[in-house]
Each structure stands twice: as C-alpha cells, then as structure tokens.
C-alpha cells in the first residue's frame, strides 16, 4: 500500500437521538465533536436513526398486505366471462 493516502480509521462513537443509544463503530468519518464513554474518547457523530430506533428492526413496523398481479386481474375482470349465453 502506498503510504499517506488512506484516510484515518478509527473508532467513532455514533448516537442515535431518536432512542439516546450510543455505537462505537470503526470508521474513517471525521468529527469536530467528542465524547466520552466509559472512560474513553471517541469522535462524537449524531444520527437520526439506527437498528435501535427503525422500525424494521424494532418490530414495530405495520405491514401493508398488497394483493399480487394476478388477485387485481382476477378481481378487476372476473364478472367478464360469467355471462350466460
């Protein structure tokens, strides 16, 4: 590797504001702020939404049941053919 042009990896402390949970997560992401946690100073960055704030992950996330294709077709059409002749 060539030497001086890979940017500084390092442990960052990213909070989620929405549930105030903190993650220490290598990365190359630069940081004015810090933070403190248990004794340790990490580059501070705030997010809005994390695995522990998503819907998706939390399990609160309300599924809308959506027919497929067919069961609009079906729907849609399906007093064309039943005319009695």
């Known amino acids: ?3 001086n042009i890979h940017p500084d990896y390092q442990a960052v402390a990213f ?3 929405a549930v105030d949970k903190y993650f220490i997560v290598g990365s190359t ?3 004015d702020r810090t933070v403190e946690i248990d004794g340790q100073e990490y580059p501070y960055v705030p997010i ?3 695995s522990a704030s998503h ?3 939390t399990g609160k996330q309300k ?3 959506s ?3 067919v ?3 079906n729907r849609r059409f399906k007093n064309i053919g039943s005319t009695s002749k």
Do not use: E, L, N, Q
Request: charged fraction near 30%; hydrophobic fraction near 40%.
């Open 48 to 50: 809005d939404v994390s």
């Open 29 to 31: 992401i630069k940081s």
């Open 55 to 57: 819907p998706f992950y």
């Open 71 to 73: 069961a609009k077709f």
């Open 63 to 65: 599924i809308v049941a």
């Open 15 to 17: 909070h989620d504001t």
């Open 1 to 3: 590797m060539k030497a």
């Open 67 to 69: 027919d497929g294709r």
